[in-house]
């Protein structure tokens, strides 16, 4: 049942109830001492008002987003910042995982909006007075309307432009901020605004746009990454810079097929792998059999990420198809067996550990944050194992010598989730769009019972990790 009202006086007396008591099949998890509990929210998700920004112009295009859904006021975050702390602060989170506004602190070319800056200068100050660490990211999926027109990442100015704004950013909350994220995801929007075509910049099946988005996006990044470390040695504070990368799961439909295999090889690589491998050695290597073949070297790229960010959610089926996902020789489809969630993605907590022993692979020596992992689920009937699961992989995976630091739910709340507008409930916290109420979840209780304990339980009993239909 879903508890209506105000979540800090009830919970409390929630947490006592349980008494700490773990029975003869229950086993517990323990994380070590300083582990940090985040969440995860993006600007344009949440805040409402985002009108400069090429999303913005995007969504009031006819059918372009689910239901005909625009952004609109969002969540209202930007009004009620205090409010959404102190429920971090009730769910035991101590760190958040957030983004600032490019389009709203420059809303025009070379023009910043100092009330924008202090307005994430105050949210910071906020999440500190409350114990709460922010990380920030300062580029998720969304740009200034005035950016996308000179042609986005594809630009060539983008490098200088992105450093401008990362170091009026800094010049404003890195005395308090000490992570932060460049880009979010930067191979999704490729894939859906370059190869599907169906978010910004809506180029289909334009490989040749999308390599050039990409080169942008490195070169964005290394530039941003410099200066950031430019201004914090000037200040002799700590600073840590990395990307959120999007790693999923891609296995071959067919085992024992050897076309489903490469097919699997090939995406792996050039989704997961191409852009994460470039950051560490400076080289972009990307091939797709007939269709692309990059490699090149840029400059001042190597060695650019001080912590890995992972976000995980699923698994792909790859099977060989000649016309298959968005004109490549492949094509994605669902594990008819596995469950899914409510957009029809597979749950699969093991791939959560295969991705982690994967990183720790290929770069051993660099802390890793998950700075997304969550599930849709309207009616909260599964988040709660779905959770768990996914906790139980990442406590494996740590104690075979994956260093992770600390793991962001996604998400706080339900929100606008792009092209698939309100209806997808990622939230720990349900959202009354119509009044803007913030209701929790049984999944908020179970977070902050992890959180409080800095420990995962679970019934012994019951396998995990299949979550077979």
């Given at each position: 049942m879903v508890i209506r009202g105000m979540f800090a006086p009830v919970?409390?007396?929630?947490?006592?109830?349980?008494?700490?008591?773990?029975?003869?099949?229950?086993?517990?998890?323990?994380?070590?001492?300083?582990?940090?509990?985040?969440?995860?929210?993006?600007?344009?998700?949440?805040?409402?008002?985002?009108?400069?920004?090429?999303?913005?112009?995007?969504?009031?295009?006819?059918?372009?987003?689910?239901?005909?859904?625009?952004?609109?006021?969002?969540?209202?975050?930007?009004?009620?910042?205090?409010?959404?702390?102190?429920?971090?602060?009730?769910?035991?989170?101590?760190?958040?995982?957030?983004?600032?506004e490019w389009a709203k602190i420059e809303p025009r070319e070379g023009e910043w909006d100092k009330s924008a800056l202090f307005h994430y200068l105050a949210e910071v100050e906020t999440l500190r007075a409350l114990g709460i660490e922010p990380i920030v990211t300062l580029q998720h999926f969304t740009l200034p309307q005035w950016m996308r027109l000179?042609?986005?990442?594809?630009?060539?100015?983008?490098?200088?432009?992105?450093?401008?704004?990362s170091r009026k950013v800094y010049e404003t909350i890195g005395h308090r901020v000490r992570d932060f994220v460049t880009i979010n995801e930067p191979m999704v929007p490729v894939v859906g605004g370059y190869l599907a075509g169906l978010i910004p910049p809506q180029k289909a099946n334009d490989l040749t746009?999308?390599?050039?988005?990409?080169?942008?996006?490195?070169?964005?990044?290394?530039?941003?990454?410099?200066a950031l470390h430019d201004l914090a040695?000037?200040?002799?504070?700590?600073?840590?810079?990395?990307?959120?990368?999007?790693?999923r799961v891609f296995d071959p439909l067919r085992p024992l097929n050897p076309v489903d295999r490469v097919a699997a090889s090939i995406f792996d690589n050039a989704f997961n792998w191409g852009f994460y491998d470039a950051v560490e050695t400076g080289r972009l290597k990307l091939w797709i059999p007939t269709m692309m073949n990059v490699d090149v070297v840029i400059p001042g790229l190597a060695g650019t990420q001080d912590f890995i960010g992972l976000n995980y959610y699923t698994r792909d089926m790859v099977k060989f198809s000649l016309g298959g996902t968005s004109g490549l020789p492949m094509e994605l489809v669902a594990n008819p067996d596995m469950m899914k969630n409510d957009l029809g993605w597979e749950i699969y907590p093991w791939g959560f550990y295969r991705i982690l022993k994967k990183?720790?692979?290929?770069?051993?020596?660099?802390?890793?944050?998950?700075?997304?992992?969550?599930?849709?689920?309207?009616?909260?009937?599964?988040?709660?194992?779905?959770?768990?699961?996914?906790?139980?992989?990442?406590?494996?995976?740590?104690?075979?010598?994956?260093?992770?630091?600390?793991?962001?739910?996604?998400?706080?709340?339900?929100?606008?989730?792009?092209?698939?507008?309100?209806?997808?409930?990622?939230?720990?916290?349900?959202?009354?769009?119509?009044?803007?109420?913030?209701?929790?979840?049984p999944s908020a209780y179970l977070f902050a019972d992890i959180a409080s304990r800095n420990r995962v339980e679970r019934d012994a009993s019951v396998p995990w990790g299949s979550w077979r239909k």
């Open positions: 919970l409390g007396a929630v947490l006592a109830s349980s008494g700490g008591v773990v029975h003869a099949e229950t086993e517990v998890l323990n994380f070590p001492q300083g582990f940090k509990w985040c969440v995860a929210t993006a600007a344009h998700q949440i805040e409402g008002g985002n009108v400069n920004s090429d999303w913005w112009a995007f969504e009031h295009q006819p059918g372009t987003i689910k239901n005909g859904d625009v952004s609109g006021d969002a969540c209202d975050h930007w009004n009620r910042v205090l409010e959404d702390s102190l429920l971090m602060k009730t769910i035991g989170v101590s760190m958040y995982r957030f983004s600032v000179r042609g986005g990442w594809e630009w060539d100015g983008s490098p200088a432009a992105f450093e401008r704004f746009a999308g390599v050039l988005a990409i080169k942008g996006m490195l070169r964005s990044h290394a530039r941003a990454y410099a040695s000037a200040a002799s504070r700590p600073v840590r810079v990395g990307f959120a990368h999007h790693l990183i720790k692979a290929r770069t051993p020596n660099k802390p890793i944050v998950i700075t997304e992992n969550g599930t849709a689920d309207h009616d909260d009937s599964f988040r709660q194992r779905y959770l768990s699961d996914h906790l139980k992989a990442l406590h494996k995976a740590m104690a075979e010598g994956v260093a992770v630091e600390g793991y962001c739910h996604w998400s706080l709340m339900d929100n606008f989730e792009w092209v698939e507008g309100f209806e997808p409930r990622f939230g720990l916290f349900e959202m009354n769009y119509s009044t803007m109420r913030r209701i929790p979840r």
